[in-house]
């Protein structure tokens, strides 16, 4: 329960298939760890009363894992949801002048290339501290968002980073007025990820704060509604992550009066 990903060993019996076998193995590795502590949360393993020895580990607490169970119960069937790896990322963060690498980077530049024509024009941001610690991914996503700004797009970006950061400047003058600074300590949106429209999501897995690699998932929104549960549609999806942010943000400005 709750290991290091980096430290994770391979599963049993593993074996090497083709080119692509390196970054699977990384998949797998990633995918496993974050399995294994989401079975945790569903087999009652994972409670809230954890969540100050998660704090203070650095770790992953109940919050993320819950509502990753309440996104996979939007789906049919749960086991098929996370069946196909095809379409999940992982990326280095010591290798981030390796674009490719960079699942982030190459999902934006798909929305930059990709014809909006009748679709909505916006992209919803969701990060912890807006890559503090990572200067170089900040300033690479600043020229992203003019870059969007310049296509019409309207941005949002939801974040712990405060307006008064180095560049943020740049960015307050770039995103939409709906979005939101400086969210306090214990008022993280549970899911970090990257909503285009109604029609793709990037999602990023738990991790700790000091694992390097990261794990990421592409969804496209009008695939996915064929395995939604009867009566749902992608704008489901849309509402659970709007939820998602409307929750905190509620919270944290609440938190801000008193």
């Not at 390196?22 to 087999?43: C, H, M, P, R």
């Not at 916006?122 to 610690?133: A, L, P, Y």
């Not at 968002?145 to 939801?158: D, Q, S, T």
């Not at 939409?176 to 306090?184: A, D, I, N, V």
Request: hydrophobic share 40%.
């Amino acid at each position: 329960m709750y290991r290091d990903p980096v430290k994770n060993k391979l599963p049993a019996g593993y074996t090497m298939n083709d080119r692509k076998d390196d970054l699977q193995k990384n998949v797998d590795i990633l995918f496993d760890t974050f399995l294994e502590s989401y079975n945790d949360y569903k087999a009652g393993k994972m409670t809230k009363k954890m969540d100050a020895y998660c704090k203070i580990a650095g770790i992953p607490d109940s919050s993320q894992y819950k509502a990753f169970h309440k996104f996979v119960q939007l789906f049919e069937k749960e086991e098929l949801f996370f069946l196909d790896k095809e379409d999940f990322y992982y990326y280095d963060m010591m290798q981030v002048n390796n674009e490719y690498q960079i699942a982030m980077f190459e999902f934006i530049e798909n929305i930059i290339k990709f014809d909006f024509t009748g679709r909505e024009k916006k992209v919803v941001f969701v990060f912890g501290s807006f890559w503090k610690g990572k200067p170089e991914i900040r300033t690479k996503f600043i020229s992203y968002f003019e870059i969007l700004c310049k296509k019409g797009f309207e941005i949002e970006l939801y974040t712990n980073a405060k307006e008064t950061e180095d560049q943020m400047d740049k960015v307050v003058q770039l995103v939409s007025k709906k979005s939101y600074f400086g969210l306090q300590e214990g008022n993280r949106v549970p899911i970090h990820f990257i909503l285009a429209g109604d029609d793709y999501v990037l999602l990023e897995f738990p991790h700790t704060e000091e694992v390097i690699v990261r794990l990421d998932m592409f969804i496209d929104l009008n695939t996915a509604e064929a395995e939604l549960k009867q009566k749902k549609t992608k704008t489901d999806i849309v509402l659970f992550f709007d939820n998602l942010i409307k929750e905190v943000v509620n919270k944290d400005a609440q938190g801000r009066k008193t």
